[in-house]
């Protein structure tokens, strides 16, 4: 029997991966009652073969209140036992958190006086216990509902290990600004501008002929490899100190050419890796824009 138990802060998007489980034919139960998880366990399992409870999903948050504290002591109980199962932890930053609050107009559990943001605050400090536990985090802050769909099938029904770190490769023009949320900035400006040949022009880092331009000069390969070399190092030694989520920008005049054709080697080598990745170019279609309201 497989128990996945879904946990993490709120509106980081627990109901959309209960969902998903539950359409994988995982048997989900959302907001048992702590005291009540062992005995469900033990029950599942002695029924597993006669009922299918072979694979099992929990869901379980902050909303369980003060009972949260014996979660502690029923997952060391549940391991003592030897279940099979494993915490799914999501997570996502203040700044969404606090958005995804506003757009749906729901009150946040622990926000009494109706403070969002300090609500988040002492979720964040009781949920910490379930963080470290995790054996997955995802950082859902940038994810679009199906991406997150897609990187919870790979996680949980695929069992691919993301080692709880999804890195962003994001491309930008630094004549919109470098990314607020950035961890990382690389400057591709360096090399040729496919924006100075008239017939590639109007194309993007998407395109094979942009693609062909960019990597046939010999410091966009060694530029490549040399990041390549550099990420492969970082990313264990963040994942050691903690981080879940990772934002590595590429940037060129206009984030059109350049960086995204960067952007998409970089993403492809990583993916390559045992961690979640995604490629997203945020100025890409900035120029095109731009012309049109002239």
Do not use: W
Request: charged letters at 30%; glycine letters at 6%; aromatic letters at 8%.
């Amino acid at each position: 029997m497989k128990i996945v138990i879904v946990t993490g802060m709120s509106g980081a998007g627990k109901s959309t991966a209960l969902n998903m489980l539950e359409d994988e034919g995982y048997y989900c139960v959302d907001n048992m009652p702590i005291s009540l998880i062992p005995k469900f366990a033990e029950l599942a399992d002695c029924q597993e073969q006669d009922n299918g409870y072979n694979n099992i999903a929990l869901g379980v948050d902050i909303r369980s209140g003060h009972s949260l504290a014996e979660f502690e002591s029923v997952l060391d109980y549940m391991k003592k036992r030897q279940y099979n199962y494993k915490i799914l932890f999501l997570e996502s930053s203040d700044e969404v958190l606090v958005k995804r609050y506003k757009e749906t107009r729901r009150t946040h559990p622990l926000a009494k006086d109706g403070r969002v943001d300090r609500g988040i605050e002492l979720e964040r400090e009781q949920l910490k216990f379930l963080k470290q536990r995790a054996d997955y985090i995802v950082d859902t802050s940038t994810l679009l509902t199906r991406e997150l769909k897609q990187e919870l099938q790979k996680i949980i029904l695929e069992r691919k290990e993301y080692n709880n770190l999804f890195v962003t490769v994001l491309s930008f023009g630094f004549k919109y600004g470098i990314p607020v949320d950035a961890d990382i900035v690389f400057d591709v400006r360096f090399l040729p501008n496919p924006y100075y040949v008239e017939e590639l022009r109007p194309l993007t880092g998407n395109d094979k002929p942009i693609q062909s331009f960019v990597m046939k000069a010999p410091e966009a390969k060694e530029f490549l490899n040399k990041v390549d070399d550099l990420i492969q190092f970082l990313l264990p030694n963040y994942v050691k100190e903690g981080k879940s989520s990772l934002v590595i920008a590429v940037g060129c005049t206009g984030g059109k050419h350049r960086s995204v054709t960067l952007a998409n080697e970089l993403a492809a080598r990583i993916a390559s890796t045992p961690y979640g990745c995604k490629a997203e170019h945020r100025d890409i279609d900035k120029d095109a824009k731009r012309k049109g309201d002239k």
